[in-house]
Each structure stands twice: as structure tokens, then as C-alpha cells.
């Protein structure tokens, strides 16, 4: 069984990784009952994704333990991290294999079987074309595709470029093929991910994002193309023209801010003005003013002032962003920001992180109630629950992160339906097929 932590791209990881093993002859089970071998894949960006990726390999151990299984193997990013220091203070783990090569896990998974000691392996050597074969997908209606992995960005706050190394943009030809392949099979949204998902192609000094949707738009079928990970230094006239004119990309983007304030994001060291920020989002919004947008902000950074704080709030108050992540500043060691001085206090952190998160909460309220009277396009994800209501998705919302649609009304999984919305709640958005 693998059981996935962390991101999407994680989530990538893990259905690479299965279809590894199958090739390998292993049987890959959902259910701990079932399985024997526990992959524990695990996310190390931040504090708090550390002590979650801790704490899940420390209920397995208790598995084995109990009997009811016999192998931990720890995977992912805390394992590339930390690979040799969890090994050693970890001798209950029977293995701590790093993720750069994911095709050599599944022989040195049996490698660390064989030692009956906690193994430690970490392939250096990337591998930039995981799509040179199919994988499954996680979900029956929707599916994520890693166009790259890496970043040449180096914000100062950020671990990933040391764990996942530098951008790789995988062949368009192979992720074509990994697409028309989960089209084939159901999937009727692609997602689209990487750490900087405009950088698509920069590693061979070329711009191939445009080209790259275009080419995924051409595929035949009634699908959409959901784009997340933008960064806001890359939201060229050229990126922007795509984003809006390719046929199948939905009015969605996720663009990570992280900041508005010109200080903080040149102590980030994002490679953007909060003027370029502000003109690229209002271009998008003009040219598409049904557009939803998410971002995600980080607060407490070395160095943010109130000034700093309340330029941000009031740029997210006003209203651009309909969805939004809120994180607490993580020292992160091996980072460049982690020797920065002017520290904010821990509780100056936490009420910043709470006043953003209301401001949030509050867009998305409005705008479910505006949704109201509307006719949506949702895509269903769910048959129907014990009140034989559906579970979908609209346009304007990404998987696992966003609002849902319950709705009443015949259809499958799958299908994307009109749906007429009856009421905007908090959370959710309640309606009838039409
Ligand atoms: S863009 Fe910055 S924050 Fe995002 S993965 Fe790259 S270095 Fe990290």
C-alpha cells in the first residue's frame, strides 16, 4: 500500500510509483488489510508537513508491531531530505529511499527487504520522463499531470530546489501521451502541475508553455484543462494570451503570491514587483472577468512590518482572488532566509495568518451567494450519498482544495452537467441538475 502525503505532485509520485511496482510484479493495494508492505511517501516543505509525515511512519511502525504488517518503507521528500539522519535515528524503518529516480525504487524497495536493517538509498540521478510509460490516475473523472519537477526560481524561504533539484520540463511528446492516455480512460480535467508550471520548457531556454497547452488542447474529447502553480514573474502577455485564448482551459489559474508588499517580496527574493503582480492580475481579470483566481500568501516573514501586512490584506480585501492558502513563515534550514534577522513573534504571526484567512473565508461567502440563480457547469465526482445528492465540481474550483457542488439530479461520475444553483452555504454550493 502507498500512502501519500504533501502535494499533488506527490500524488504524481505515488501513481508513477504503483505502476513501477506492477511492472515489477508487485500487487499494489488501497487497504492496509490487504497489504503487507507499507510506502509511507512523505512531504518535508514545511514544519508542520514534517510532524504529519512523522507522525503517519510512526503508526505504521505500530502496525508492524502489531503484527498486521511486515515492512515500513519511508519515500518522498523527507526521505530525500533527511535521508541518511532518519535512517539512523530510525531503526524501525525498513527502508528510507529517496525520490529522484522513482523508476529505482520498486529494486531497491526489495534491496531493503533483503537487509533486514533500516536501508538507505538515494538515487542522484533525476529522472525527467516518468511519463515514458502510462500511469494510472488517483481519481475516475479527473487527473493530475506533472509537466516538470524542480525549480529554478530559489525563492530564499524555499526547501523544495534542494530536495527536488533544478526545473526539469518532461518531453511534450510523452506527456501528450500520458494525456490522451487518462482522457481514454475517463478522465475529463486535466490538471495541470509542477512547481512553476510557466516555466514549462525554460530548462532548454525556451518558452513551451503556450505550445504545451495548445498541443494538450488538441486532444480529442469534451475535457477541461485546469492550469494551477503559475508563478506571477511568468505571467507574460504571450502566458497570459494562452491562459485565456486556448480552447478547454477552464477561467482558472492558481498563482501563489506569496506577497504584495515590494520589500517582502524582494527579501523572498520572487523576481517580481508588486506592480507587475497587480497589472498582470487586473490584465487577467479584464480580458476574463469571470476568471477565478487562487493564490496562496505567506505571512510572518522576516522582516514584515505592519505596513507590510495591512498592504497585503487590503490588496486580497479587494476582491481579485476568489480562493486562497494562508502559511505561517517556516524556517527552513539550508535556506537562504533562514540566516535573515527582524523575526516576527510567533502570535504577531498567528493573528496575521487568522485576519487573512477571514478575508477568505468572507470572498468565498459572497461569491456563493452570487452564485445563486446561476446555471454552472459541474463536473461529478461522486455518485450519489445517502441524501441521493451528487458531489461535483465547477469551473471555478480546483480538486481537494475548493468549494463543491451538491446537486440533485441523474447522472455519473464523470459527466459534466448544467446545474442550477439553489444556494450558496459557507462552504458548498447546493443545486439541481437542469
Ligand atoms: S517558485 Fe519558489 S516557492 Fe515555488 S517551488 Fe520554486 S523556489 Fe519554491
Known amino acids: 500500500m502507498i500512502f501519500t502525503l504533501g502535494c499533488p505532485k506527490n500524488d504524481v509520485d505515488s501513481e508513477i510509483l504503483a505502476r513501477n ?17 507499507v510506502i509511507v511517501n512523505t512531504c518535508a516543505f514545511i514544519d508542520h508537513a514534517r510532524a504529519e509525515s512523522m507522525e503517519s511512519i510512526w503508526d505504521f511502525i505500530g502496525e508492524r508491531e502489531k503484527g498486521n504488517i511486515d515492512a515500513v518503507i519511508a519515500t518522498g521528500c523527507l526521505a530525500e531530505r ?15 529511499i529517496g525520490n529522484r529516480d522513482i523508476d529505482k525504487i520498486p529494486d531497491l524497495i526489495e534491496a531493503a527487504l533483503q537487509t533486514g536493517r533500516t536501508y538507505h538509498a538515494s538515487p542522484q540521478d533525476f529522472s525527467e520522463n516518468w511519463y515514458n510509460r502510462p500511469t494510472g490516475h488517483t481519481h475516475p473523472a479527473w487527473a493530475y499531470l506533472k509537466i516538470s519537477e524542480g525549480c529554478d526560481n530559489r525563492c530564499s524561504y524555499c526547501a523544495i530546489p ?7 520540463s518532461v518531453p511534450l511528446e510523452s506527456l501528450i501521451k500520458q494525456a490522451r492516455h487518462v482522457i481514454e480512460r475517463g478522465a475529463r480535467e486535466l490538471v495541470i502541475i509542477g512547481q512553476d508550471t510557466t516555466a514549462y520548457g525554460h530548462d532548454s531556454g525556451q ?9 494538450i488542447s488538441e486532444i480529442d474529447g469534451d475535457f477541461w484543462i485546469r492550469v494551477l502553480y503559475v ?5 507574460t502577455d504571450e502566458n497570459i494570451g494562452a491562459l485565456v485564448e486556448t480552447p478547454k482551459v477552464v ?54 512590518t505592519d505596513a507590510d501586512f495591512d498592504e497585503l490584506a487590503s490588496y486580497l480585501e479587494s476582491g481579485h482572488f476568489l480562493h486562497g492558502g494562508v502559511f505561517s513563515y517556516s524556517k ?21 495568518q487568522q485576519l487573512l484567512e477571514i478575508i477568505f473565508d468572507n470572498l468565498r461567502i459572497e461569491n456563493n451567494k452570487n452564485m445563486e440563480n446561476k446555471k454552472l457547469r459541474v463536473l461529478v465526482e461522486s455518485g450519489t450519498d445517502r441524501h441521493d445528492l451528487h458531489w461535483g465540481r465547477t469551473e471555478f474550483d480546483a480538486p ?14 464523470g459527466d459534466i452537467v448544467d446545474v442550477r444553483i439553489i444556494r450558496g452555504t459557507e462552504m458548498h454550493l447546493l443545486g439541481v441538475k437542469e
Open 21 to 37: 511496482l506492477l511492472e515489477s510484479g508487485w500487487t499494489v493495494v488501497d487497504s492496509l488489510e490487504d497489504a503487507n508492505v
Open 82 to 96: 533527511y535521508g541518511a539522519s532518519l535512517a539512523s535515528d530510525m531503526p524501525e524503518l525498513d527502508g528510507v
Open 162 to 168: 534542494g530536495i527536488r533539484g533544478g526545473l526539469r
Open 207 to 215: 518558452n513551451l508553455f503556450p505550445e504545451m497547452l495548445r498541443k
Open 231 to 235: 508563478h506571477p514573474r511568468n505571467l
Open 251 to 304: 477561467p482558472y489559474i492558481e498563482i501563489p503570491i506569496q506577497h504584495i508588499s515590494d520589500p517582502i517580496l524582494e527579501r523572498m527574493d520572487r523576481k517580481v514587483t508588486s506592480t507587475e503582480i497587480r497589472d498582470r492580475i487586473a490584465k487577467l481579470k479584464e480580458i476574463r472577468p469571470e476568471m477565478a483566481l487562487r493564490t496562496s500568501v505567506i505571512v510572518g516573514f522576516p522582516g514584515e
Open 332 to 352: 527552513e534550514d539550508g535556506t537562504q532566509a533562514a540566516r535573515f534577522d527582524r523575526e516576527v513573534p510567533a502570535r504577531v504571526t498567528e493573528t496575521r
Open 400 to 413: 481537494h482544495i475548493d468549494r463543491k457542488v451538491r446537486f440533485r439530479g441523474d447522472a455519473e461520475v
